[in-house]
């Protein structure tokens, strides 16, 4: 019975406990973690400050307008502004928060770095109702705040540093980065010169498909190309050489005679971006044709540029891929081996291949889609500009492939001189040398099925 009354005591005491906790703990509000933070500037949200005038630490004095949505650089010069930096100013003005009150009413400023800060900005919002003035000195020992006062007052605070990046802006800074401005979408043509010693190259898209039509008409390489016209599009400016180049600038920093030139069509508008000599170990002199400012570059851009005319030929000998193949035809020594695509029937069941001539039966699929991959794995080594003495005056084998359920159909003869091989795409210029290895295994494979 002891045991049971002790039990019986425990439980009271457990039950009175958890009563206590729920009615005078868990019912008891909430309880602040702290009086809430100041705002700096309680009233201004950043999407309504119009105009900035930031006086960075460098000493540069940038002023900044906002028009129909989109910020300019006003001043010291009148060009497109970085919406990105100009953006990081007005969402650190709108979320700055008082850290810590340091001195109400300080006789001297100067042990705080604000007799003549560091950081210096400007704003003006809705319409000019509403402005204010930010000013930051010193970081403090510690390196994790910054000393700061606000409009006319008198005030010491701190703010976090972490937003002195955001702050701390040069006229540099706050400008638009990209060299040359286009609408990617609207691309349908570009243009590649090198200097005078070659012709210029030119390409030209029509149903989504690149094309080659200087200094010969063939097909391009549509990874490279898009490449060159994604180079022109995203090149940032590293630094600004002249905003106002004078044609003696323009022959100092090889620009009269550009290295390279690429412009790009957007219908019957043109961009044009010329490079011309080193201004460094890594980078270029560049500028936009349109208009006077000069710039420098990664170098790396001119490496994109120049590239030969038969570096941006397509590599690729077939277009067709084995998953999208419905028909193909190989005709070697006179004689035609036909495989068809047969459906699955059910959405478990993978597609299979019939042999239909000759011979007709069913074939190996995974030996019929190994042949279609070896095809679709066939590149360009190197081009010739004749057919002549490449064995495509009597073809060892021609392929003849339909695919995308029979919408597109693709034809290529191959030829031998020796222990080399050669491909011809009917339509592209002279032929081109494959790797011998793989147009064996292709016969290989073939053998293997025909029989």
């Known amino acids: 019975m002891r045991g049971v009354r002790s039990t019986i005591a425990l439980l009271v005491v457990l039950i ?42 460098s000493g540069d004095v940038t002023t900044l307008k906002k028009t129909s949505g989109a910020w300019t650089v006003a001043a010291p010069m009148a060009t497109a502004a970085s919406e990105a930096d100009a953006s ?26 604000l007799e003549t800060p560091r950081i210096e900005i400007d704003f003006k919002a809705d319409g000019g109702k ?12 510690t390196g994790a705040s910054m000393y700061a006062r606000r409009n006319d007052e008198k005030r010491v605070f ?36 090198v200097g005078g010693a070659r012709q210029p190259i030119q390409f030209a898209k029509a149903g ?50 550009p290295d390279v030139t690429v412009t790009v069509h957007l219908g019957s508008a043109r961009a044009t971006l010329a490079l011309g000599g080193k201004a460094g170990p890594d980078t270029l002199y560049a500028r936009d044709t349109s208009g006077p400012v000069v710039v420098t570059v990664d ?16 590599k690729d000998v077939f277009e067709s891929r084995a998953y999208n193949a419905s028909r193909v035809e190989f005709t070697r020594n006179g ?21 239909v001539s000759p ?45 995308e359920d029979g919408k597109k159909e693709e034809r290529v003869s191959f030829g031998t001189s020796g222990a080399d091989v050669y491909a011809l795409v009917p339509g592209q210029p002279g032929a081109a040398k494959i790797e011998a290895e793989k147009f064996a295994e292709a016969n290989k494979t073939l053998d293997e099925l025909s029989k």
């Not at 990081?88 to 770095?113: C, F, H, M, Q, W």
């Not at 701190?158 to 800074?173: A, R, Y």
């Not at 490279?224 to 400016?237: D, I, K, P, R």
């Not at 019929?368 to 064995?391: I, N, Y």
């Open 299 to 314: 170098s790396t851009l001119a490496n994109t540029a120049k590239k030969s005319a038969e570096d941006y030929r397509r």
């Open 359 to 403: 011979n007709p039966a069913d074939a190996d699929r995974s030996k019929v889609e190994s042949l279609l991959a070896g095809l679709a794995d066939m590149r360009a080594t190197a081009f010739v500009p004749s057919t002549a003495k490449t064995g495509l005056d009597s073809p060892a084998l021609a392929v003849l492939v339909k695919f």
């Open 16 to 57: 009175g406990l958890g009563a206590y906790i729920y009615f005078v703990t868990w019912k008891q509000p909430a309880q602040d973690s702290g009086p809430k933070k100041e705002k700096v500037f309680a009233s201004v949200q950043a999407d309504q400050i119009e105009e900035l005038k930031v006086k960075a630490e």
């Open 130 to 141: 509403t402005s204010g003035r930010l000013l930051v000195g010193a970081k403090t020992p």
């Open 158 to 193: 701190l703010i976090v540093e972490n937003q002195n990046s955001s702050l701390n802006k040069s006229t540099f800074d706050f400008r638009e980065k990209s060299v040359i401005k286009i609408d990617r979408d609207k691309v349908d043509g570009v243009e590649v010169a």
């Open 208 to 257: 989504g498909e690149w094309k080659m039509i200087k200094p010969l008409e063939a097909r391009a390489d549509p990874g490279l190309v898009e490449a060159l016209v994604g180079s022109v599009q995203t090149a940032q400016m590293k630094s600004v050489a002249a905003d106002s180049a004078t044609p003696a600038d323009l022959k100092k920093f090889g620009l009269d005679r």
């Open 335 to 355: 004689q035609t081996t036909i495989f068809e695509r047969v459906k699955g029937k059910s959405a478990d069941v993978p597609d299979g291949w019939r042999r």
């Open 88 to 113: 990081s100013v007005t969402s650190a003005l709108s979320a700055l928060e008082i850290e810590r009150v340091v001195d109400e009413n300080p006789a001297d400023v100067k042990d705080y770095g």
